[in-house]
């Protein structure tokens, strides 16, 4: 297993995408640590069928838009395992309103879940990152960072925002050992999506090349590729997973 010994961080991997990821990461040899927000069950869940099947995997609550939630969550794995390899800024949520009714509270909690999440988190890690030579650092963004919705502008100002962070930073720190890239999922069935695909689930999947919508082992797949010590040439890269979603044409 290409992940053997080496130790991971996915921030909300207590479902959906980010869950799909733990998995992914789990079952090719890394040490898992995730964090969520509220669902414990759902959390719980996910250590549960990880520790049956002999994967060593750690939940640990916090939120996400605390910076100092995130400095003690990376030493807290750091002082468990002694490393910090991999880090999955995955969190997120959408508050999707016109912008004519979006309240500052709609905006903020988006920018601050979305975005200020990755700068907590990638700040404390690459500090443990620089000191141990060697990291990878894959953040989630969205289509919606290049393809306009109405109702969108803070989910989309922070997946924009996700997308220039992680090239900036992918800039500042190559020479140390260390990639940052960023996975733009297209239409993935999670909780995130479970209302508009109830409304409106055929429909979308007609504007899909691929005629289907993602599943999270989609995205989890290009995140373990951006994982492996193999892809050290690749940064400041935005890789889209989207069936063909922004291929236009159709
Ligand atoms: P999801 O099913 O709603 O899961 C969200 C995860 O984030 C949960 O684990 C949740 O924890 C955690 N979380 C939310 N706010 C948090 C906070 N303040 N602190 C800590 N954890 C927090 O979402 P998803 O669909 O898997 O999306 C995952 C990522 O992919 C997001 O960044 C999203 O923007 C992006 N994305 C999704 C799609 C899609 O179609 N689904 C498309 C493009 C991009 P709890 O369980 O405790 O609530």
Redesign the pocket.
Same mark, same amino acid.
């Given at each position: 297993m290409s992940l053997d010994g080496r130790t991971a961080l996915v921030?909300?991997?207590?479902?959906? !995408?980010?869950r799909a990821i733990v998995e992914a990461l789990a079952a090719d040899g890394a040490k898992v640590a995730f964090?969520? #927000?509220?669902?414990s069950d759902?959390?719980n869940a996910v250590v549960d069928s990880l520790k049956e099947k002999g994967f060593d995997v750690m939940a640990i609550q916090?939120?996400?838009?605390s910076k100092e939630a995130a400095e003690k969550v990376v030493s807290d794995v750091v002082e468990a395992w002694g490393s910090l390899d991999i880090l999955v800024n995955?969190?997120?949520? !959408?508050r999707d309103k016109l912008l004519l009714q979006m309240e500052p509270q709609e905006w903020q909690d988006v920018i601050d879940? #979305?975005l200020t999440?990755v700068y907590n988190f990638c700040q404390s890690a690459m500090r443990q990152m620089v000191s141990q030579k060697y990291g990878r650092i894959i953040n989630?963004?969205?289509?919606?960072a290049d393809v306009s919705n109405p109702g969108q502008a803070n989910?989309a100002a922070s997946?924009g925002g996700v997308e220039g962070f992680t090239r900036c930073i992918a800039t500042e720190v190559a020479k140390r050992n260390i990639t940052a890239n960023a996975v733009?999922?297209?239409?993935?069935e999670?909780?995130?999506?479970v209302a508009v695909v109830a409304a409106a689930g055929n429909e979308i999947k007609k504007k899909i090349p691929a005629r289907r919508l993602?599943q999270?082992a989609d995205?989890a797949n290009a995140v373990l590729f951006f994982a492996q010590e193999s892809s050290s040439y690749v940064t400041g890269q935005v890789l889209k997973v989207d069936g063909g979603l922004t291929l236009g044409g159709m």
């Open positions: 921030t909300g991997g207590s479902r959906g !995408i980010g964090v969520y #927000n509220s669902n759902a959390a916090a939120d996400v838009r995955n969190a997120g949520i !959408i879940t #979305n999440s989630m963004s969205s289509v919606a989910y997946k733009a999922p297209g239409f993935i999670t909780d995130m999506t993602g999270p995205i």
